[in-house]
């Protein structure tokens, strides 16, 4: 769900920088005012754990459609193992180093892709833990929720500051991203609540401080192994959905 930088305009970067740098900031203050528990260098261990599980898991694309495939996203997985502020930076962390390092996404469109997959899927979660005390349904609903809304955020993201030329085919655009990531619902639902299980199964064990890190680190290096020689090279939903709308400029085409 990258956003590359041809995407979008300058009007929609500059709004995207300033969400992001209202979240980021926010999440910064709530962290320096609230009491850590387990200790801030445990918590940073658990941060790079899972933050590398989310970077190795976004490599791997699973073909979906005949012409399209998904990845991970891990924003809401993020946000309730680490808590929403936490989870915020560490996602900012992992797309930052995506598009510095991989080129994925890209730096001017680093603040709109902050605010689909950091931002989005902490404030889904923020909002599901209010309306019910069940944490496995929280979780589960919120990243069905935030895929959705990611999805029409990113229609209306690249649709700031294009003509009237440029969006004639918006609709079928925003269909097909809609369409394309569908499967996606059920993917990322499953993967965050069998995660947050698995984390959780250890929670008991004496060892779990750095157990569960341990074992997230390993299996980063694991899936990001599978993703380098398995990764589908199917277009991903977003790409899938420019050319199918012939707005191939979307990606830089």
């Not at 991970?72 to 390092?101: D, H, N, R």
């Amino acid at each position: 769900m990258h956003l590359a930088s041809e995407a979008i305009t300058l009007e929609c970067a500059v709004i995207g920088f300033a969400t992001a740098a209202g979240g980021v900031g926010y999440s910064v203050s709530r962290l320096a005012s609230a009491q850590q528990k387990p200790t801030p260098s445990t918590n940073a261990v658990r941060a790079a754990a899972l933050g590398s599980l989310v970077f190795a898991a976004q490599m791997l694309n699973i073909p979906v459609l005949a012409s399209s495939s998904v990845h991970f996203v891990g924003g809401v997985l993020l946000a309730e193992l680490l808590g929403p502020a936490a989870g915020v930076l560490t996602m900012s962390a992992v797309l930052l180093l995506q598009a510095v390092l991989l080129g994925d996404g890209g730096l001017a469109s680093l603040g709109v892709n902050i605010t689909n997959m950091a931002l989005l899927p902490a404030g889904s979660l923020l909002v599901m833990r209010k309306l019910t005390d069940h944490r496995t349904v929280a979780v589960s609903v919120a990243s069905v929720l935030s895929i959705l809304l990611a999805v029409f955020l990113i229609g209306g993201e690249v649709a700031i500051g294009r003509s009237a030329t440029e969006l004639a085919q918006w609709l079928t655009f925003v269909s097909a991203m809609l369409t394309n990531h569908l499967p996606l619902l059920a993917l990322e639902c499953a993967l965050t609540v069998a995660i947050v299980a698995l984390w959780r199964a250890e929670k008991s064990d004496q060892r779990s401080a750095w157990l569960r890190p341990a074992t997230m680190a390993t299996a980063a290096i694991l899936v990001a192994m599978f993703a380098l020689a398995a990764s589908s090279k199917l277009p991903d939903g977003y790409e899938s959905a420019a050319e199918s709308a012939q707005m191939q400029w979307l990606i830089g085409r």
